[in-house]
């Protein structure tokens, strides 16, 4: 039982970072722009959460400073993809590649602890949220569980309501669907395409700021050179396999968290039969995870029908 709520409660920490990168990924591509840039937003926020927190010694500022470089990245995209139509592969790629590459350079030169940040002291980080009952809970296993964690974590769970929310309920979400599905329709009937594209990329970034600083102020406690991981991508394979849905992207991020949870404690236990298992394969499964799934168990995802392709205003 003690190794099930440990699960749980490393699933919740890990799944946080993922959905918050998804929830950005749908935002964008609800609009019409594919978003393989998810990856560099986060690496961009990860490292101006850590640059600012530690200068400042406040988590806050840190958020702060990852949601602005988010969103800075994201305007780039934007710009490329919206003013311009650029190809957004392409754009996407280059942004990944490039803050890739300026950022532990960057770090080196501020720095010089060979492209990452000082570490950040728990003044300057978010921990477990302290609460006046805790003691009170401390004996109820499932409920340290759920509540003993920091203040990210549940500003992710309160995201997810406020997305539902705001793509189903709000005329905001009901352009953003129309735009992604039939821009042109969108825009006879009075809808600026552009302008809901950007907002979009913008709440994009946002979100992705979020999920980069949590990296840092909530797990590492400092900038690592290409620290993400793959996490943008594996946030992009939860939202194709949830079918640009909130709620169902969500379940993808819990699943593949649930397997990253596993594989941590699977390392070095030796197996019956077929003894110690490399690392280096237990490290994979989240991602061979994500091949399979994509490849043959989630059924026909169909993908917003304007995703991809440039809007040129009809005279």
Not at 30 to 40: F, H
Not at 69 to 97: C, D, E, K, R, T
Not at 182 to 208: E, F, T
Not at 216 to 237: H, N, P, R, S
Request: aromatic share 10%.
């Amino acid at each position: 039982m003690d190794m099930f709520f440990s699960v749980l409660d490393a699933t919740l920490r890990v799944s946080t970072p993922l959905v918050l990168a998804a929830l950005a990924g749908l935002f964008s591509e609800r609009s019409g722009i594919v978003d393989l840039a998810l990856e560099g937003k986060m690496l961009a926020a990860a490292f101006a959460a850590a640059c600012v927190a530690y200068l400042a010694q406040s988590p806050w500022a840190g958020l702060g400073a990852g949601i602005v470089a988010g969103m800075l990245v994201a305007l780039l995209h934007g710009v490329v993809s919206i003013s311009y139509n650029g190809n957004q592969l392409i754009s996407a790629v280059a942004i990944n590649m490039m803050v890739s590459g300026v950022t532990p350079v960057l770090a080196l030169a501020w720095f010089q602890q060979g492209g990452r940040t000082p570490t950040l002291d728990d003044g300057a980080r978010f921990t477990a949220l302290q609460l006046p009952f805790a003691d009170s809970i401390a004996q109820s296993a499932l409920l340290k569980t759920i509540l003993g964690h920091n203040v990210l974590v549940y500003i992710a769970v309160a995201v997810i309501f406020v997305v539902s929310w705001v793509v189903y309920k709000s005329r905001f979400g009901l352009r953003l669907r129309a735009v992604g599905e039939n821009p042109h329709a969108a825009d006879a009937a009075g809808i600026s395409v552009k302008a809901v594209r950007y907002i979009a990329q913008l709440i994009s970034g946002a979100l992705c700021g979020i999920a980069g600083a949590y990296l840092v102020l909530a797990q590492t406690g400092a900038f690592i050179q290409d620290m993400t991981a793959g996490k943008g991508y594996l946030a992009l394979a939860a939202l194709i396999f949830g079918k640009w849905r909130p709620w169902a992207a969500v379940s993808g991020c819990l699943l593949f968290a649930f397997t990253d949870a596993i594989q941590i404690r699977l390392q070095g236990v030796a197996l019956p039969v077929i003894g110690s298992i490399p690392d280096a394969f237990i490290q994979a499964i989240p991602y061979v995870l994500t091949v399979v799934l994509l490849a043959g168990f989630m059924g026909r995802a169909v993908a917003p029908k304007a995703i991809g392709i440039p809007f040129v205003k009809s005279r």
